[in-house]
């Protein structure tokens, strides 16, 4: 986190990670960060815009939208700094997660990053995520495969925290 960031949150759902974001750039004095996110889900939406209005938090731009429609955003939605996606791409048919993923890489800038939140594969996220939530799981290999598919080069795999580091893998990814 820097000043003058352009920052897109992918499916962000309630807003939590523009949330957490915006806060840490208050704290720290970050000037000019622009953060715009999109959801599928209209209810979803309306609770983030519900936190916007009662912090009267600037810079926050929200649409409704899917990732696998990209061309409905607006037009200055390109070029961005860093592209956040938690827990998004589970919820996607696995055959639309490529598509997904190309459709964020276009709206990366040169040096952009995407930093992606996902449940990885194991007995029990597998049960979880498959009779629960119904969402699908990966294995560090599969979405690999996806994000060199569509062309992104600088893949990197981190362990989202010591007790989260099971079920919840954290890829960072560069064009």
């Known amino acids: 986190l820097r000043p003058n960031l352009k920052i897109l949150d992918a499916g962000c759902g309630t807003g939590i990670i523009t949330r957490v974001l915006y806060q840490l750039a208050q704290e720290k004095g970050y000037a000019g960060i622009q953060f715009h996110a999109f959801d599928l889900t209209q209810n979803m939406l309306e609770i983030f815009r519900q936190w916007i209005t009662a912090q009267g938090a ?3 731009e ?40 190309a459709n964020l890489k276009q709206l990366l800038g040169n040096s952009g990053i995407i930093l992606i939140f996902m449940t990885r594969r194991n007995r029990l996220t597998r049960w979880l995520a498959g009779k629960w939530w119904k969402t699908n799981t990966y294995a560090e290999r599969d979405i690999q495969a996806r994000l060199q598919d569509v062309g992104f080069g600088e893949i ?16 960072e990814a560069k064009k």
Request: hydrophobic letters at 50%; a negative charge.
């Open 58 to 60: 600037n810079h926050i």
């Open 156 to 171: 990197m795999f981190m362990d989202f925290s010591l007790g989260w580091s099971k079920s919840i893998m954290v890829i």
């Open 62 to 101: 929200l649409v409704q939208a899917d990732v696998l429609e990209t061309v409905g955003f607006p037009s200055h939605w390109k070029e961005y700094d860093l592209i956040v996606s938690s827990a998004m791409l589970e919820y996607l048919p696995q055959n639309q997660v490529k598509d997904a993923l």
